[in-house]
């Protein structure tokens, strides 16, 4: 497959929950409008010589993909104005097309095609792809030379078959997508949005929980492998990571497990089962009333009883499950393993429980040989889930001599809950390795293998706020390294900052753009919002105001003055102590860049007594570059400053030429 990049460039709706006849642009150097049926270029809103990988934040070219940030558009609007309402149909849209069926909406979708591939009349023009009705739609392409319809439904999977679409949202927003999408055509979309992760969580093995507590677990394994990511050492051949991951947003996790040799840990067993539970605790107590378990530490001790007790729940659970069995064959042969244990003198814990279980799955499995439940048994219970609870023991054993476990305090507010440092992590070795890290990717990596034998053991973060927890899931949904074989991703993100506080608010779009250049993809960047902070990060040709008339019709506007380089309202400063600054991050790196650049060439014009030819052509073009930056600012006292200074080059350069 050609691996060419892709970008939206227009979506028109002619009518659909209040937009009629809108063509909406995402692209700031190429826009359409498409009008009674016939499509043209809007240049009046296009910028001209709009800089070249204005994207890619001055991040120098060894240290970022191949491929680039494309656009980043800002969709804004009061409340009810259509934002959401906008993303969901885009989503509905180009989830089916991608698997060729036509919306029954009428609209349309301009999208570009730059790549290598060898069909030259291919990748020269953009390509529209205009529908009504479930059938496709012949727009008059009114002296539009570089677009070209298409007519042809294999063409139309073809062109989006590189592309994913990624969405994310804190809020209780639902696209209302899954009853009217296909799993087929969903394929297309990662959904991380809080609801459809809700939604999951019912649907997933923790349902027995609460549904804070499914979705908590489950995004915690999420967060967990970003978490390693950010941490990972890394050589001169992988891509730089960015600030924003090595600094993570939570700074505690935590452990919490049932109460050990307690009864109360076989709930949902103990009726009828009340003797095999008191056998259990017996032979737990026979292996640590000695002194050869005595210094084993009280975490490795909760690991260890959640795992034993667990597994004999969950076997005995997956039993009842089971049709027309007379007697339990799991009881029977789980009391004769406890007994068989009781009476021995070899307690060292490691041994006794990985004979445990090697005996109990091997009695259990002949004992169902030859009955109709076998094959049941052998899916459930076969031979690598002994392999896995016997790998977890070793590492357990192993990690315990390392020390890493004293690391974790027993917490004093909650009981059975212990609490670990994420800046332990920071403790290095004399070769300026972490001291701590491997152990708990070992331990981790291996408790994920039998999690699910013990439901009353939960890692998760401590002290983790809102925010925290808002921003660690956002950077989750921008790792697209799982994305497959896809070039392009374009990411629809809905309302993102959500509970951030401005300081975050101000440093977003900067560290979204720093995620999206680690990889060697490209991506596209659909942002709702309500901040003025994000406002000042981008164009105003990259803005989307919608607004309601009094007819409740959703309307489409470019701001009237540019937001790029803007200041925020001093209030922001005042009551949200923004002492770096309140324009937005990524204009302000922008901004001093374009300073810093013209001082040091002020400084060479006046230094230099003598300038080769291809010199003053250098010097000619930087100065061009610094002013499309100078030209993007309204703020008038920043732009007036930056303008004396340009035009002080820009004479001694002209005497010099």
Not at 17 to 44: P, T
Not at 242 to 249: S, T
Not at 573 to 590: C, H, N, S, T, Y
Not at 597 to 619: A, H, P, T, V
Request: aromatic residues 12%.
């Amino acid at each position: 497959m050609d691996r060419q990049k892709k970008v939206l460039l227009c979506m028109y709706v002619d009518d659909f929950c209040g937009f009629k006849e809108e063509s909406f642009n995402f692209y700031i150097e190429r826009r359409y409008v498409i009008e009674k049926g016939k499509i043209r270029r809007k240049s009046d809103e296009e910028i001209e010589n709009f800089p070249n990988d204005f994207w890619r934040n001055n991040i120098p070219e060894n240290n970022i993909s191949k491929n680039n940030v494309s656009a980043v558009t800002l969709l804004i609007g009061e409340n009810g104005a259509g934002k959401t309402t906008l993303m969901r149909l885009l989503i509905k849209w180009l989830c089916q097309l991608s698997v060729g069926h036509i919306p029954k909406e009428k609209g349309a979708l301009v999208i570009s095609v730059d790549g290598e591939g060898n069909n030259d009349d291919y990748k020269s023009r953009d390509k529209l792809i205009a529908f009504d009705k479930g059938e496709l739609w012949g727009i008059e392409i009114n002296k539009c030379k570089e677009i070209a319809a298409i007519r042809d439904i294999d063409e139309i999977k073809k062109l989006l078959s590189d592309i994913r679409l990624a969405y994310y949202t804190d809020t209780m927003t639902d696209l209302e997508l899954s009853d009217i999408l296909t799993k087929e055509e969903l394929v297309f979309l990662q959904d991380d949005s809080l609801l459809t992760r809700l939604s999951n969580s019912i649907k997933s093995k923790y349902s027995v929980d609460s549904i804070k507590d499914c979705i908590k677990r489950e995004d915690f394994v999420k967060q967990m492998k970003l978490f390693l990511y950010s941490r990972k050492e890394r050589d001169d051949s992988m891509p730089r990571l960015p600030d924003c991951l090595q600094r993570f947003p939570i700074r505690y996790m935590k452990l919490t497990t049932k109460e050990v040799g307690n009864e109360k840990s076989f709930d949902g067993i103990l009726d009828g089962n009340s003797s095999l539970v008191q056998e259990a605790i017996d032979l737990w107590n026979k292996v640590f009333d000695g002194d050869s378990n005595h210094n084993l530490s009280g975490i490795s001790r909760a690991l260890l009883w959640e795992l034993f007790s667990g597994t004999i729940i969950s076997m005995l659970q997956w039993e009842r499950t089971l049709p027309k069995l007379e007697n339990s064959i799991v009881t029977e042969k789980v009391r004769a393993s406890l007994r068989a244990y009781i009476r021995t003198g070899n307690f060292k814990w490691n041994t006794v429980f990985k004979r445990f279980f090697t005996n109990l799955f091997s009695d259990c499995e002949k004992a169902f040989n030859g009955t109709r439940s076998y094959g049941e048994f052998w899916t459930e219970w076969s031979q690598q889930v002994e392999e896995k609870i016997n790998s977890f023991l070793d590492v357990l054993k192993s990690i315990e001599k390392s020390k890493f476990l004293k690391k974790w305090t027993f917490s004093e507010n909650a009981q059975n809950t212990w609490e670990f440092k994420l800046a332990y992590f920071d403790e290095k070795d004399g070769d300026g390795c972490s001291i701590w890290l491997q152990d708990w990717i070992e331990l981790w990596e291996h408790y994920l293998t039998v999690a699910h034998l013990m439901p009353g053991c939960r890692f998760d973060w401590k002290y983790a706020s809102s925010g925290e927890t808002n921003k660690t899931n956002l950077y989750c949904t921008m790792q697209v390294a799982d994305m497959g074989e896809c070039n392009n991703v374009w990411f629809l993100l809905d309302e993102p900052d959500n509970t951030f506080h401005p300081g975050w608010r101000r440093e977003i779009i900067r560290e979204i753009i720093d995620i999206c250049l680690v990889y060697n993809i490209n991506s596209q960047l659909l942002i709702a919002t309500h901040s003025p902070i994000m406002l000042s990060d981008v164009p105003k040709q990259a803005i989307i105001l919608l607004k309601i008339d009094a007819e409740e019709v959703k309307q489409y506007f470019i701001p009237e003055s540019s937001s790029f380089g803007q200041q925020i309202y001093t209030l922001f400063r005042d009551a949200f102590f923004m002492e770096q600054g309140v324009i937005g991050a990524f204009a302000d790196l922008k901004i001093r860049a374009t300073y810093n650049g013209l001082l040091k060439l002020e400084k060479n014009l006046k230094s230099e007594q003598s300038i080769s030819e291809d010199r003053l052509i250098q010097y000619e073009k930087e100065l061009e570059d610094q002013n499309n930056i100078i030209k993007l600012i309204d703020e008038p006292l920043l732009r007036g400053h930056l303008l004396q200074l340009y035009n002080w080059c820009f004479h001694a350069l002209d005497v010099r030429m």
